[in-house]
């Protein structure tokens, strides 16, 4: 891990202080090891020399505070996997490789195994490191409550304070799926699902969480995103829904996203109505302080979707650009709907977000045209959020929407930079400031992170975008 990551992570006080350093030096001789090739469950298990073989004489263990579980790396397995049992903050319990070469790759297409996850963490205080996920199956006709299961990694409902770090995970329509509160899902690559719409009109998800208290953090997500169904196209990096679940206290930051369908989508309690006998009439949730900071976005559709009433909530410090090249679907920016107003006494902040547009064409949707191209606020009216210190720039002319009426144009424009960024390469994807960029020190002083996404400090005055202006 990046050392600056490291002490950067320990300062906001999210979870572990020590488990963060367990694997620094490697897998430890103690523990238990398995090798797909060459172990055999008869074996103690307890050296490299006699390692189990599967991962059913995993599952049918109970660890306790302090194992560690080694998969040698360069094997395969097709079972789905469980990690039981608790550890403790002082003494996790650490699942990771050992060996030379690739991560041990995990599968399982068993949708009665395990629900067709590769891997489960079903105990408080674990960490999983180091291994790579492939290929599950998706979720067609199943049903929300169904679908909320499957998942290449799963962090199981009551099992907190876990940390996913470092793993890859690949072609798993949910990538990441975490019902554990004070979880940290952090430096992981999950990348490339297209598969079909699912069930219900939504697309692949690199992670999701269903459940507050919990932090996402310094992942890379790329190409999760379906054409087609409902909407025209689903999916996205990040999406947080069930509202069976209080999801308070959430934070992602310093991510990176891109080709995917959204960065970051909020569902509301009709995600439940009539399936998991919640009366969606009296058990209206609002969240509150979800904290979305320092991370870049090129993806197609929203960057925020926020379908749930918001409180004490924060969008800020985010480089978004936004080039939509599928006709047929509009494409806002940042989507938020509050239809019942009961989140207005503490409206969500959107300040030093750098947004670009590419408004190529018209869109049609339905046979009509739409006439929206790329919006930047929709569904919320102006005077309900905290705007400010935002640049905002339409590669394709001034032409551009920023909310649902032309009068709340004028609101904006009003209390936003209206220009070229003038950062490095837009179309190469390098959005480092230049020394002539309005974004340089144009930013609010109040934000949540002391450090932007390449790891550098915060310096004086904040700049407008995900990235502190270095000098050449």
Same mark, same amino acid.
């Given at each position: 891990m990046n050392l600056k990551k490291l002490f950067y992570i320990l300062k906001i006080g999210i979870v572990f202080i020590i488990s963060s350093l367990t694997s620094c030096g490697g897998p430890r001789d103690d523990g238990y090891f398995v090798d797909a090739e060459h172990g055999d469950d008869s074996n103690s298990g307890t050296s490299r020399k006699e390692p189990w073989q599967t991962v059913e004489k995993v599952n049918s263990m109970i660890f306790k505070p302090g194992d560690n579980i080694y998969f040698k790396r360069q094997t395969s397995y097709?079972?789905?996997?469980?990690?039981?049992?608790?550890?403790?903050?002082?003494?996790? *319990?650490?699942?990771?490789? +050992?060996?030379? %070469?690739?991560?041990?790759?995990?599968?399982?297409?068993?949708?009665?195994?395990?629900?067709?996850? =590769?891997?489960?963490?079903?105990?408080?205080?674990?960490?999983?490191?180091?291994?790579?996920?492939?290929?599950?199956?998706?979720? !067609?006709? $199943?049903?929300?409550?169904?679908?909320?299961? *499957?998942?290449?990694? @799963?962090? /199981?409902?009551?099992?907190?304070?876990?940390?996913?770090?470092?793993?890859?995970?690949?072609?798993?329509?949910? %990538?990441?799926?975490?019902? %554990?509160? &004070?979880?940290?899902?952090?430096?992981?690559?999950?990348?490339?699902?297209?598969? !079909?719409?699912? #069930?219900?009109?939504?697309? !692949?998800?690199?992670?999701?969480?269903?459940?507050?208290?919990?932090?996402?953090? +310094?992942?890379?997500?790329?190409?999760? &995103?379906?054409?087609?169904?409902?909407?025209?196209?689903?999916?996205?990096?990040?999406?947080?829904?069930?509202?069976?679940?209080?999801?308070? /206290?959430?934070?992602?930051?310093?991510? @990176?996203?891109?080709? =995917?369908?959204?960065? =970051?989508?909020?569902?509301?309690?009709?995600?439940?109505?009539?399936? %998991?006998?919640?009366? =969606?009439?009296?058990?209206? $949730?609002?969240?509150?302080?979800?904290?979305?900071?320092?991370?870049?976005?090129?993806?197609? $559709?929203?960057?925020?979707?926020?379908?749930? !009433?918001?409180?004490?909530? #924060?969008?800020?410090?985010?480089?978004?650009?936004? @080039?939509?090249?599928?006709?047929?679907?509009e494409s806002n920016v940042f989507c938020e709907n509050d239809e019942d107003g009961l989140a207005t006494d503490s409206p969500t902040t959107y300040r030093n977000n750098l947004v670009v547009v590419v408004e190529e064409e018209t869109r049609s949707t339905n046979g009509k045209s739409s006439g929206m191209g790329n919006r930047i606020y929709l569904g919320y009216p102006l005077a309900q959020i905290n705007h400010s210190n935002n640049l905002f720039y339409n590669v394709d002319g001034p032409h551009i929407l920023f909310s649902s009426t032309a009068s709340e144009n004028i609101e904006l424009e009003a209390t936003a930079i209206i220009a070229n960024p003038k950062v490095v390469d837009l179309e190469e994807g390098d959005y480092h400031l230049t020394y002539l960029s309005p974004a340089r020190d144009n930013g609010a002083d109040e934000g949540h992170y002391d450090m932007d996404l390449d790891g550098n400090p915060i310096v004086g005055t904040r700049d407008i975008g995900a990235f502190e202006y270095q000098l050449e």
């Amino acid at each position: 891990m990046n050392l600056k990551k490291l002490f950067y992570i320990l300062k906001i006080g999210i979870v572990f202080i020590i488990s963060s350093l367990t694997s620094c030096g490697g897998p430890r001789d103690d523990g238990y090891f398995v090798d797909a090739e060459h172990g055999d469950d008869s074996n103690s298990g307890t050296s490299r020399k006699e390692p189990w073989q599967t991962v059913e004489k995993v599952n049918s263990m109970i660890f306790k505070p302090g194992d560690n579980i080694y998969f040698k790396r360069q094997t395969s397995y097709s079972k789905g996997l469980q990690i039981n049992g608790d550890g403790t903050e002082d003494a996790p *319990i650490l699942i990771g490789a +050992w060996g030379e %070469g690739d991560a041990p790759r995990f599968t399982n297409t068993d949708d009665s195994d395990y629900n067709g996850n =590769c891997i489960q963490l079903n105990g408080h205080y674990q960490i999983l490191e180091n291994i790579y996920c492939f290929g599950t199956n998706d979720a !067609p006709g $199943r049903g929300y409550l169904n679908v909320w299961k *499957i998942g290449g990694i @799963k962090i /199981n409902l009551g099992a907190d304070h876990c940390i996913v770090r470092n793993n890859e995970v690949e072609d798993c329509p949910i %990538g990441i799926n975490s019902y %554990g509160e &004070h979880t940290l899902i952090t430096e992981n690559y999950v990348h490339d699902c297209n598969r !079909p719409i699912l #069930f219900p009109y939504w697309g !692949p998800i690199g992670i999701r969480l269903g459940m507050g208290n919990q932090e996402v953090s +310094w992942n890379k997500i790329h190409n999760y &995103h379906s054409m087609g169904g409902e909407w025209g196209g689903d999916g996205g990096a990040i999406e947080i829904d069930d509202g069976r679940n209080p999801r308070n /206290n959430i934070y992602i930051h310093h991510n @990176k996203s891109n080709e =995917c369908m959204g960065f =970051c989508e909020i569902s509301y309690n009709f995600d439940i109505c009539g399936n %998991g006998g919640v009366d =969606c009439a009296t058990e209206n $949730r609002i969240y509150d302080n979800i904290v979305i900071a320092y991370n870049e976005s090129a993806d197609y $559709r929203t960057f925020t979707q926020f379908w749930a !009433p918001l409180s004490n909530s #924060f969008v800020e410090n985010n480089t978004v650009y936004r @080039k939509w090249e599928s006709a047929g679907i509009e494409s806002n920016v940042f989507c938020e709907n509050d239809e019942d107003g009961l989140a207005t006494d503490s409206p969500t902040t959107y300040r030093n977000n750098l947004v670009v547009v590419v408004e190529e064409e018209t869109r049609s949707t339905n046979g009509k045209s739409s006439g929206m191209g790329n919006r930047i606020y929709l569904g919320y009216p102006l005077a309900q959020i905290n705007h400010s210190n935002n640049l905002f720039y339409n590669v394709d002319g001034p032409h551009i929407l920023f909310s649902s009426t032309a009068s709340e144009n004028i609101e904006l424009e009003a209390t936003a930079i209206i220009a070229n960024p003038k950062v490095v390469d837009l179309e190469e994807g390098d959005y480092h400031l230049t020394y002539l960029s309005p974004a340089r020190d144009n930013g609010a002083d109040e934000g949540h992170y002391d450090m932007d996404l390449d790891g550098n400090p915060i310096v004086g005055t904040r700049d407008i975008g995900a990235f502190e202006y270095q000098l050449e």
